[in-house]
């Protein structure tokens, strides 16, 4: 079983559309946990960072931590043809480097 | 901001030749950079951790001799592909972590292409 799994999509959603991307993981050790977004031919960019449970939002974005059902979500808010792009989550635990990636999450948002 | 570059952002070179990738953290200091390889449509995969002024620590796998690792500065790592072959094309993309934070900031990535 790997650490992180995520749904590689596709997924397409008309513009507008509420769209929710979702990481489950097997250790519950861990802490932090992010999302990043990635465009074609580009370096995956930080989206949201939580620590621990609970909810962050910031702007369009909602990011949720289950720690109890081993499940994080990424909710986007009135999608935009700029948000189609791969969404990779990533965990960590307290202590260490290493990081844990979803496989990303392949995500278009038709105008 | 955290803005981590690279250089160059891409390559074509010839089999049996090395190539060299620069990873620089612009406005912080960068304890830990990692440097990953992504195949088209797939996951970043952990290629090594290296740490300032230390051995880079490689994943299983990945040949040290081969991807030679130096993390010469708080804000510069950098990457040879040694005896480059086609099989070594793919996108490179170095990160870096700051101290005390649990964040990876990526690079843009470089692409080399083999020929």
């Known amino acids: 079983q790997k650490e992180v799994e995520q749904d590689p999509g596709p997924l397409s959603v008309p513009e507008g559309a509420i769209v929710s991307l979702n990481c489950t993981y097997s250790?519950?050790?861990?802490?932090?946990f992010m999302w990043y977004r990635q465009y074609s031919r580009k370096g995956p960019e930080l989206l949201m960072y939580t620590y621990s449970s609970g909810n962050k939002e910031d702007g369009r974005f909602t990011a949720q931590v289950d720690k109890s059902s081993k499940y994080i979500s990424l909710f986007i808010r009135d999608s935009q043809p700029s948000d189609s792009a791969t969404y990779l989550c990533?965990?960590?635990?307290?202590?260490?480097?290493?990081?844990?990636f979803g496989t990303g999450t392949s995500l278009t948002v038709i105008p | 901001g955290a803005v981590v570059s690279q250089h160059p952002s891409r390559v074509i070179c010839k089999s049996g030749t090395s190539v060299k990738i620069e990873c620089r953290s612009l406005d912080f200091q960068a304890t830990t950079m990692f440097w990953y390889r992504q195949f088209p449509k797939q996951s970043l995969m952990l290629m090594a951790t290296?740490?300032?002024?230390?051995?880079?620590?490689?994943e299983q796998g990945v040949e040290k001799d081969k991807f030679l690792i130096n993390h010469a500065s708080l804000t510069l790592s950098t990457l040879t592909v040694t005896s480059a072959h086609p099989e070594d094309s793919s996108f490179y993309i170095c990160?870096?972590?700051?101290?005390?934070?649990?964040?990876?900031?990526f690079g843009p990535g470089t692409r080399l292409t083999v020929t």
């Open positions: 990533a965990m960590k635990l307290n202590t260490g480097n290493q990081f844990y």
């Open positions: 290296s740490n300032e002024g230390s051995k880079a620590t490689y």
């Open positions: 990160s870096a972590r700051k101290q005390g934070i649990n964040e990876q900031y």
């Open positions: 250790n519950s050790a861990f802490q932090y």
